[in-house]
Antibody, heavy 120, light 109 residues
Framework: EVQVLESGGGLVQPGGSLRLSCAAS????????MGWVRQAPGKGLEWVST????????AYADSVKGRFTISRDNSRDTLYLQMNSLRAEDTAIYYC?????????????WGQGTLVTVSS | QSALTQPASVSGSPGQSITISCTGT?????????VSWYQQHPGKAPKLIIY???NRPSGVSNRFSGSKSGDTASLTISGLQAEDEADYYC?????????FGRGTKLTVL
């Protein structure tokens, strides 16, 4: 059974930092690209970042470029998102998602999400 | 990275068919066959229902179908059921990023 479990969310002050983790199981993590998608309260889905299966390629939405860093540890089947200089508009549920595999790119596996709240 | 255009809401009665459109540009929807659709029920994580424009993942009802013409992709749900009431999002992969639609709320009357 595929499981994707995010952790690390919480309340942080503007300008602060937070690191999200995502533990995956039930599929071969090392052959999948992975990513993060977020959803602000009452709003739609927003792509945040993706990383290739080997970790050597990364892409970011303009809204987080220069502030967020995506990384992965294939030995631990774990994905990370380091979030710095957080703003109120970063408040959202952050979903960990599987991405490209075998040349096909879509968000197949989703976690239940972790809530990040940026507020003073 | 402009969002794809979807209608804010659509509705239909049980048993009917509805279509949700997703309009982009030649740089995203029109340029790649990487359109996917996601269903999201309130308080739940999104679920993949269509990928690569027309393909259904294992376990997804064949009442869901996808298509594309030019810069516009479409999701059709036939034989509407009460459980189909949800938010639907399209997405397109481009050369270096991903863009979502703003979402469509489907109401089953």
């Amino acid at each position: 059974e595929v499981q994707v479990l995010e952790s690390g969310g919480g309340l942080v002050q503007p300008g602060g930092s937070l690191r999200l983790s995502c533990a995956a199981s039930g599929f071969t993590f090392s052959i999948y690209g992975m990513g993060w998608v977020r959803q602000a309260p009452g709003k739609g889905l927003e792509w945040v970042s993706t990383i290739t299966s080997s970790g050597d390629g990364r892409a970011y939405a303009d809204s987080v470029k220069g502030r967020f860093t995506i990384s992965r540890d294939n030995s631990r089947d774990t994905l990370y998102l380091q979030m710095n200089s957080l703003r109120a508009e970063d408040t959202a549920i952050y979903y960990c998602v599987s991405w490209c595999s075998g040349g096909a790119c879509y968000f197949q596996h989703w976690g239940q999400g972790t809530l990040v709240t940026v507020s003073s | 990275q402009s969002a794809l255009t979807q209608p804010a809401s659509v509705s239909g009665s049980p048993g009917q068919s509805i279509t949700i459109s997703c309009t982009g540009t030649s740089s995203d929807v029109g340029g790649y066959n990487y359109v996917s659709w996601y269903q999201q029920h309130p308080g739940k994580a999104p679920k993949l229902i269509i990928y690569d424009v027309t393909n259904r993942p294992s376990g997804v009802s064949n009442r869901f179908s996808g298509s594309k013409s030019g810069d516009t992709a479409s999701l059709t749900i036939s034989g509407l059921q009460a459980e189909d009431e949800a938010d639907y999002y399209c997405s397109s992969y481009t050369s270096d990023n991903v863009v979502f639609g703003r979402g469509t709320k489907l109401t089953v009357l």
